[in-house]
């Protein structure tokens, strides 16, 4: 047998963590890695945050599971909580940011039946979004790489180029139910959406009686700065989808929506055998209890501030590896003139991780809770990295 027991899907790197401590990671030998990946913005607490361990522990020890056929009571409660924090009026919860916009797709689409307009069920997504792994959401895609030996796909999206409303205008007619949008696209290569789109986005909806999907699966949860990142543009969505840093750790998401936009949402149209299970809830609600603290935003917004800063201070002394820094809060990418992919492998050499986008982008996604010196260290380890890095075509 030639095959892998693990199924051999991912290109792994030689990184192999077996312990996790606030910002840090490391391996069996005691090598120490800079986490500024934070399991691509999943880790938002860091590792072992006593907080959020401690709830776990206390829960597990109590009640993991038993099944949405029964009331949970820690489902309702967290549900009260986000509701009362966001725009929504009602909350499905996942297992995964792509379960959550499964979801959110199918609470779109039931809209439109239950108001007597089935035809209305494409949804208008964007180039080089990123969705999720499920046959719908790489259909809402034009990433050749990741629909490549799956098609042909569910012709239920049509994709259009990021940033554009005039496309997005012209593209709506009598199929279309919906728009589905990163606020900030994160695989895209940190590319925010421009202030006119996203207003430009909510008013087209509004006009033509479609709603407004929101993909807060990677850019939620105090990432940037508010708790969401619809905040900053000034605009609510219908149904939004978030995932990721709302566990901190824990494999958890969340679908939210309006009541208007969830009229379709009824008993057995849509349901998950562990979403919403005890065990994720007490992982939800001590993240909560931390990233809804002023405080804390503040703090991420000075760290953001900080970073940019110290960032755009090291790109002219190594500027023919960097280019620019882009993004929002603590969701940073760093443009490369060369390949981000191959950097990203080489940084790992001088003990700082990252995460590859498009566009030639290193994704830099730290732990909400870095402080100064993190900052400084993680900016030193770039800089030396590049400065010990040979392009492979120059090579």
Not at 51 to 60: P, T, Y
Not at 365 to 393: F, G, M, N, T
Request: with cysteine.
């Amino acid at each position: 047998m030639t095959i892998t027991a693990l199924m051999p899907v991912y290109g792994r790197c030689d990184v192999e963590p077996v312990r996790g401590e606030g910002c840090y990671l490391y391996d069996a030998q005691g090598r120490e890695w800079l986490d500024f990946a934070s399991g691509i913005a999943v880790n938002l607490l860091g590792h072992s945050h006593p907080h959020l361990v401690g709830a776990i522990q206390k829960q597990a020890a109590t009640l993991m599971h038993t099944s949405n056929l029964y009331k949970v009571p820690a489902q309702a409660a967290l549900a009260e909580r986000l509701v009362g924090l966001t725009f929504a009026d009602t909350v499905f919860f996942t297992n995964s940011g792509a379960e959550a916009i499964e979801c959110a797709v199918k609470t779109c689409r039931s809209f439109h039946y239950a108001h007597g307009n089935p035809e209305k069920f494409r949804i208008l997504t964007f180039s080089n979004a990123f969705h999720g792994r499920t046959l719908a959401t790489i259909s809402a895609t034009n990433q050749e790489k990741m629909r490549k030996g799956f098609e042909p796909l569910p012709d239920w999206f049509h994709v259009l180029p990021f940033n554009d409303l005039d496309a997005v205008a012209a593209a709506i007619d009598s199929s279309i139910g919906g728009i589905l949008v990163e606020p900030i696209q994160g695989e895209g290569g940190i590319r925010p959406a421009t202030p006119e789109f996203l207003t430009g986005l909510r008013k087209l909806c509004d006009e033509h009686g479609i709603l407004l999907i929101l993909d807060e699966v990677q850019c939620g949860v105090a990432r940037t700065g508010t708790l969401f990142a619809h905040e900053q543009y000034g605009i609510t969505p219908d149904i939004m989808a978030i995932a990721k840093g709302i566990g901190g750790g824990f494999p958890v998401g969340a679908c939210l929506a309006t009541e208007h936009a969830a009229a379709g949402m009824v008993i057995g149209t849509h349901g998950s055998t562990y979403g919403g299970n005890p065990l994720a809830m007490a992982a939800c609600q001590a993240v909560l209890d931390i990233v809804t603290e002023p405080a804390f935003l503040a703090q991420v917004r000075e760290s953001s501030t900080r970073f940019v800063a110290a960032l755009e201070q090291m790109i002219p002394n190594h500027d023919t590896i960097f280019e620019s820094v882009r993004g929002m809060g603590l969701m940073l990418g760093l443009k490369l003139k060369t390949d981000s992919r191959a950097f990203v492998a080489h940084a790992r050499s001088h003990g700082i991780l990252a995460v590859a986008a498009g566009d030639n982008v290193v994704r830099l996604l730290p732990p909400l809770i870095i402080e100064e010196h993190h900052i400084r260290e993680a900016v030193d380890k770039l800089s030396a990295a590049a400065a010990a890095y040979v392009p492979a075509a120059a090579a």
